[in-house]
């Protein structure tokens, strides 16, 4: 970090110079400011031209880029977190609280959580991105989709024990992140807060105002950052926090992603390193990174920074195997696609298909947008792509475990949590009072939008063409 020549493209010499220092001192590898809420993210900065050390950070409105440059002058002196490396924390005032927030998808606990799971994510305006003209026809549209996606996710998680094991995985995560700080000094209290099921990040909020928390680290457990996830977790606190005074004055710290981090590029590298040995023959062994995908449109259109740091992530981890004499071939290819619109190329299951006519006969599947064992991981590489590649002339079929509770993981997210909290500002937040809100409270309104829309959903139904996009595409 410390030889990285980051470039604010957009800001003023002044706030290089301070975002720059800011980050040094912490060691942070991520700004921590809210990302902007109009979901129009925009890419402005790249670090050098090589792809490892690429460092990508949006542009923080005005008033982020001075909290961030009060800051660096300002807390410094209540946590201070040693310059070298050591992560302990050497000085904390007895009167602070801290409160750790880890953001994540949630997934349903049983069959019957499905449907509205899924209605969930599908009303996330991050996840299905109308038009503002076409916004009143989330809700009915989130209706139709997850009613019609229902019962190929039911079959899906009835595969896999009848429901998510999302969130005892994060309960444990949260439990050993809490004695990781522990033994590095500091006390804090951790939430877990799910986007699209219970315990909801709103959920979390409530608990951290009624234990007073004083200051506030976010951590999203997904390391590299899309609009579709960390991002929509984001908005739903930026907006709570402009409506809540108790978060105007709450020094917090959005940790945006962090798949750069040592500590996480070296425990994937041990997880690779150990099962490639698994393997009869491990120096062929292809390694087969396979991330969540996101469609073309987030990234060309929106600035979504998800697929530029999944490259930099995989050719972190490469760099790391070469460095402990691994060598083997790799690809990254992207899983999971919904709906009828051009996702992340290249895709799994085709590349799968095509590494078999090669000839390929042994490939290692290397989950890395996320941490925890989930359904994709599960269901979807360990059921659906290791037929799909014994099927297309693949003989040797292994897949990587996802970290979970890798003890070298925590200890780097506790010694991340730490390195934020310096970092962590109080931003004065406008409460808003324009009409925007509003609407979604007026019922009337609210009820003519949803009639208004269900019709219009409805007579898709009815729209072959539409309707057989969906169907191919097996939404
Ligand atoms: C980095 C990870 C993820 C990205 C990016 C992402 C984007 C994204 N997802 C959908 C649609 C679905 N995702 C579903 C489940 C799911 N998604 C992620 C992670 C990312 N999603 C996880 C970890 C999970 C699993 C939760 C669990 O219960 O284990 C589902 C539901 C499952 C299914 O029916 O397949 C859907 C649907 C979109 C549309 C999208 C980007 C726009
Ligand atoms: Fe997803």
């Given amino acids: 970090m410390d030889s990285m020549q980051t470039k604010l493209l957009s800001s003023k010499p002044t706030n290089l110079h301070i975002c720059h220092q800011f980050t040094n001192l912490c060691r942070i590898k991520t700004c921590a400011f809210p990302v902007r809420d109009d979901r129009s993210f925009k890419l402005v900065s790249h670090q050098n031209d090589s792809p490892a050390s690429q ?38 005032t007895k009167q602070e609280r801290v409160g750790v927030l880890l953001l994540n998808l949630g ?16 009303a996330d305006p991050d996840i299905i991105r109308l038009p503002r003209l076409f916004k009143f026809l989330q809700k009915p549209l989130a209706k139709l989709i997850s009613v019609l ?16 094991p999302l969130l005892r ?20 209290d951790i939430y877990v807060g799910m986007r699209y099921w219970h315990p909801f990040t709103e959920e979390a909020i409530d608990q951290i105002k009624k234990d007073h928390i004083t200051k506030l ?34 020094p917090i710290s959005i940790i945006e992603s962090w798949y750069q981090r040592d500590g996480y590029i070296k425990s994937m590298a041990d997880l690779i390193q150990r099962e490639l040995l698994s393997f009869p023959n491990s120096d062929e062994v292809m390694i087969f990174f396979s991330a969540h995908g996101v469609p073309v449109s987030y990234v060309e259109e929106a600035g979504d920074p998800y697929k530029a740091q ?46 078999g006519q090669q000839g390929v006969k042994s490939l290692l599947a290397v989950p890395i947008s996320f ?81 208004f829309g269900s019709v219009i959903a409805f007579f898709l139904l009815f729209f072959p063409r539409f309707l057989s996009l969906f169907r191919n595409s097996s939404l």
């Fill in 55 to 92: 460092n990508l950070i949006y542009l923080p409105q005005r008033r982020h880029r001075h909290a961030i440059a009060t800051n660096a002058h300002s807390s410094a002196h209540t946590y201070i977190v040693d310059k070298c490396g050591s992560d302990q924390v050497h000085s904390i």
């Fill in 107 to 122: 997934g349903p606990d049983n069959l019957d959580d499905v449907q509205p799971f899924l209605y969930n994510l599908f």
């Fill in 149 to 164: 996606r229902a019962s190929k996710s039911k079959e899906a998680y009835a595969s896999i024990g009848g429901g998510s």
């Fill in 169 to 188: 995985i994060t309960n444990e995560q949260a439990e050993a992140l809490k004695k990781a700080l522990q033994e590095k000094q500091l006390h804090a």
């Fill in 217 to 250: 680290v976010i951590l999203p457990l997904y390391p590299q950052f899309s609009i579709s996830t960390s991002g929509s977790s984001i908005r739903v606190l930026n907006d709570i926090f402009r409506e809540d005074g108790y978060f105007e004055g709450l």
């Fill in 310 to 355: 999944m490259e930099d992530c995989v050719s972190l981890i490469i760099h790391e195997l070469k460095s402990r004499g691994v060598k083997n071939s790799h690809v990254l290819a992207y899983q999971s696609r919904v709906g009828p619109v051009q996702w992340l190329k290249p895709y799994t299951d085709e590349l799968i298909v095509e590494l």
């Fill in 371 to 451: 941490v925890s064992e989930h359904i994709e991981t599960l269901e979807e590489i360990d059921m659906e792509y290791k037929e799909l590649a014994l099927e297309s002339g693949i003989e040797n079929w292994g897949r990587v475990p996802a970290l979970n509770c890798t003890s070298s993981f925590i200890s780097d997210l506790a010694s991340l949590v730490i390195e934020a909290l310096p970092t962590a500002t109080a931003v004065a937040r406008a409460r808003n009072n324009n009409g925007n809100d509003k609407d979604e409270s007026d019922i009337m309104q609210y009820v003519v939008k949803m009639l």
